[in-house]
């Protein structure tokens, strides 16, 4: 990038630009638009249209048919794609997280679901065994306790086939587990899904801002322990980018890092240093900031909303899988 020394003060006067909205508009630099924008839907299993998140004022669980209904709303709106994240019944969940691979479960349920109701619509969804499991792990856990690095790689593959058959468009591995997004990968070539994409979350840490999230989906009330032997330091930037080159290498078609507004430095670097799909997540805790702030009367929801998102595209995102997809493509509209 080459650096050009302005001129001094007062030929150089850095408000004349700024000063009429058509020349801030003129000269913007980055901008947001729908395009942009996965929504993230959580979905559950019952028979309840819709079940209110605690911890995330203004998002629900949503069952089969308000799934569907959210589908055509993204539709209508142009937001390009959903992120589907489940929540399964208590009683469905087992040690190992086995109804994760059930080909008739609910996830697959709903992606065939949508995918018939509004088949232009991407439909991402979650690999990762923790809504199913009854520790609220990622992965299978050993005698020891410890999350069992290769056999849950079994379990993510068979999970991610279950999806691909249901027709998700893009798989999108959460767990944070070594190798495995070459053994998916090498799993749907091998099944004939050559044209199923792969979203790695690549540089995922260990976040305190996961909180409500684990509560939507059930997980937070069950899970044992931290996920730190899996989710990455939030003391490391070098790591983020070795993370990322082994999915990259391993046929990851899009790369991710989350959480977002705390981790913009790793969004900067990852996007710069690979120039592939960058994608980052508004996660739940940082959803909850924005939402319980703005109905104190402190933030303007809207103007935060707007600015969060457009830090991410300042920074290098290529997209944002975020809960207010929907509120973001009303304003933008
Ligand atoms: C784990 C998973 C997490 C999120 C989505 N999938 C994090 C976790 O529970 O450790 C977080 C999403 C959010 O906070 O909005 N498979």
Not at 16 to 37: G, M, V
Not at 78 to 93: E, N, Q, T, V, W
Not at 298 to 326: H, M, N, P, Q
């Amino acid at each position: 990038m080459t650096q050009i020394v302005p001129s001094k003060y007062p030929l150089t006067r850095m408000r004349r630009n700024r000063q009429a909205d058509w020349s801030r508009r003129l000269t913007r630099e980055t901008y947001l638009t729908k395009d942009d924008l996965v929504w993230a839907l959580i979905v559950h299993d019952g028979e309840e249209p819709r079940i209110p998140v605690t911890a995330m004022p203004g998002v629900d669980r949503l069952n089969l048919d308000e799934a569907v209904k959210a589908a055509k709303r993204a539709r209508d709106l142009g937001i390009p794609a959903l992120a589907l994240f489940p929540h399964i019944d208590p009683s469905r969940k087992d040690d190992t997280g086995s109804e994760a691979l059930n080909a008739n479960g609910f996830v697959p349920s709903v992606i065939r679901a949508i995918k018939e109701a509004v088949p232009e619509i991407g439909v991402m969804c979650d690999v990762a065994l923790d809504p199913f499991t009854t520790h609220g792990h990622d992965g299978v856990m050993n005698e020891k306790n410890k999350i069992d690095n290769d056999a849950t790689l079994n379990m993510l593959v068979q999970q991610s086939l279950v999806q691909a058959a249901a027709g998700v468009d893009v798989i999108a591995p959460s767990d944070m587990m070594d190798g495995r997004i070459g053994a998916i990968r090498e799993a749907l070539e091998a099944h004939g899904y050559k044209d199923t994409m792969i979203m790695s979350y690549s540089a995922k840490y260990a976040s305190c801002f996961y909180g409500p999230y684990r509560e939507a989906v059930g997980s937070g009330a069950v899970l044992t322990g931290d996920k730190k032997t899996y989710q990455m330091d939030y003391g490391n930037t070098d790591e983020a980018i070795r993370e990322t080159a082994l999915d990259l290498q391993e046929g990851a078609d899009i790369v991710m890092v989350k959480p977002g507004l705390p981790y913009l430095d790793i969004v900067y670097r990852v996007s710069s240093t690979f120039n592939v799909p960058t994608i980052v997540f508004q996660i739940s805790g940082e959803y909850g900031q924005i939402m319980l702030a703005s109905e104190a009367g402190w933030l303007d929801r809207d103007k935060a909303i707007l600015e969060t998102l457009s830090s991410f595209k300042r920074a290098g995102a290529d997209g944002i899988v975020t809960y207010f997809a929907e509120r973001a493509a009303e304003l933008l509209s």
